[in-house]
C-alpha cells in the first residue's frame, strides 16, 4: 500500500468526476448534492517509471507496483460538524485516511450548480476547514474533560496531555488546524487515538477548465495563496482531461497529454504530492518471480524497511543486499553490479535510499 487518501470538497466541486476518472471505479456522479453518501473506495497504480525499467531488465514472472487508495467521501456543507447533510457520517469516513485531497472548484460553468451559488475558493476552503476544525474542537473537549479529572489528581500522564490539549484547543478555537500548531512527533503520539481531521496532511486539487491548463486562472491563485499560509501543496487538474485520459490506453497517453503541454496526469500529481506531504520513498525488490515496489517512511533505517514487507523480515533481520536503483540499470542487472563492486552489504543503521533495490537476508 503507497497510502491512503480521502477526497472531500463541497458538493458539486467534481469530487466524485474526479474519481471516476483516476481510479475508473465508476463512482456516481450528478448535478445535484449528496449523491455520494456511501464513500467509493478505488485502488490506484502508483506510477513509477523505474519499474519498467527494472523489468525489462529482470523479465520477471510478474510485476508488482506499489497502490494507493482513493475514497471519495460525499460532499460536505456548512453545519457538517452538527450532523448537516448527514456531515457526521461522512467526517468518520475522513479519519481513517493517511491524507486529504481537497478538491476545489475553480471553473465557471452555468450547467453546473453550485452548492451557494456562485464560485468562490476562499469562502468554499473556508467552510470545509471550519467544519474540520469544530469537528476537532469536539473530539478534543471530550477528552479534556475525561484528562483534566486524572490530572488533577496528579497523574502525570493525564499532565502532560492535558497540557497538550490546552494547546490544541487554543489553537482551534482561534481557527487554525491542527498541522499549522507545530506539534512534535512525541506530541502527535499522544493525540493519535484521536485522529484529528485537521492534523492530517492536505493537498488542494484545483479543478479548472481545459482552457486553464497548464497555467492556471486567478482562483487558483487564490487557492495557492491559501495553500502556502498552511504549508500545503497544489495540484492543478481538469476533471473532464482526466476523464479523457482514463479512457486512452497506456501508449496513447503520453502522446495526448504532450498535446495538451501536460508532463503528466493530475492523478500522477496527486499521487507525488502525496508522497512529498508525507515523506514517503519507493524501493524495490527485484528477481526472476517477480520485480517489486514498496512504499516505506523517508529515512527508514534497513529493518523498518524490511518490516514492510513482513514483520518476520524485520524482526529477524540479518543484512541487506543493495544496489542503487542508477547504478543497477547501468550496470545491466544485479550480477553485472556486483561484479563492479556495487553491490553493498548493509546492517542495522543503513538508511534506505529512494530506488535502491534490495534483497534481505533474514532469520525467520
Not at 23 to 30: C, D, E, L
Not at 131 to 151: F, N, T, W
Not at 186 to 207: G, H, I, M, R, S
Not at 231 to 246: H, P, R, T
Amino acid at each position: 500500500m503507497g497510502f491512503k487518501c480521502g477526497i472531500v470538497g463541497l458538493p458539486n466541486v467534481g469530487k466524485s468526476t474526479i474519481f471516476n476518472a483516476i481510479t475508473s471505479a465508476g463512482a456516481h456522479a450528478a448535478n445535484f448534492p449528496f449523491c455520494t453518501i456511501e464513500p467509493n473506495i478505488g485502488m490506484v497504480q502508483v506510477p513509477d517509471k523505474r519499474l519498467d525499467a527494472l523489468s525489462e531488465i529482470v523479465k520477471p514472472e510478474r510485476v508488482v507496483p506499489t497502490m494507493m487508495e482513493f475514497v471519495d467521501i460525499a460532499g460536505l456543507v456548512e453545519g457538517a460538524s452538527k450532523g448537516e447533510g448527514l456531515g457526521n457520517k461522512f467526517l468518520g469516513h475522513i479519519r481513517q485516511v493517511d491524507a486529504i485531497a481537497h478538491i476545489v472548484r475553480c471553473f465557471d460553468d452555468p450547467d453546473v450548480t453550485h452548492v451557494a451559488d456562485t464560485v468562490d475558493p476562499e469562502r468554499d476552503i473556508d467552510i470545509i476547514n471550519t467544519e474540520l476544525i469544530l469537528a476537532d474542537m469536539d473530539s478534543v473537549d471530550k477528552r479534556l474533560h475525561k484528562v483534566q479529572k486524572l490530572a488533577k489528581s496528579g497523574d502525570k500522564d493525564a499532565i502532560k496531555v492535558n497540557d497538550i490539549l490546552g494547546k490544541v484547543k487554543a489553537h482551534l478555537d482561534e481557527g487554525h488546524p491542527v498541522r499549522t500548531l507545530g506539534l512534535s512527533d512525541d506530541q502527535q503520539e499522544e493525540v493519535k487515538d484521536l485522529f484529528l481531521l485537521t492534523l492530517k496532511p492536505v493537498l488542494y486539487a484545483a479543478n479548472v477548465g481545459e482552457d486553464d491548463l497548464p497555467g492556471g486562472n486567478a482562483y487558483v491563485e487564490k487557492v495557492k495563496a491559501i495553500a502556502a499560509v498552511e504549508g500545503a501543496e497544489v495540484v492543478l487538474m481538469c476533471g473532464k482531461i482526466e476523464a479523457e485520459i482514463s479512457e486512452l490506453e497506456p501508449e496513447e497517453k503520453g502522446e495526448f497529454l504532450q498535446d495538451m503541454g501536460l508532463d503528466e496526469s493530475g492523478l500522477d500529481k496527486m499521487i507525488h504530492a502525496g508522497y512529498s506531504l508525507l515523506s514517503l520513498d519507493t524501493y524495490f525488490t527485484a528477481g526472476v518471480k517477480e520485480v517489486r515496489a514498496w512504499t516505506m517512511k523517508r529515512d527508514s533505517k534497513a529493518p523498518q524497511a524490511a518490516g514492510v514487507i513482513h514483520s518476520d523480515f524485520e524482526r529477524g533481520f540479518i543484512k541487506a543486499e543493495i544496489v542503487g536503483y542508477d547504478d543497477f540499470v547501468a550496470s545491466g542487472g544485479e550480477q553485472a553490479a556486483k561484479e563492479k563492486g556495487l553491490l553493498r552489504i548493509e546492517g542495522k543503521e543503513y538508511v534506505v535510499k529512494d530506488g535502491d533495490v534490495i534483497h534481505f537476508r533474514f532469520n525467520v
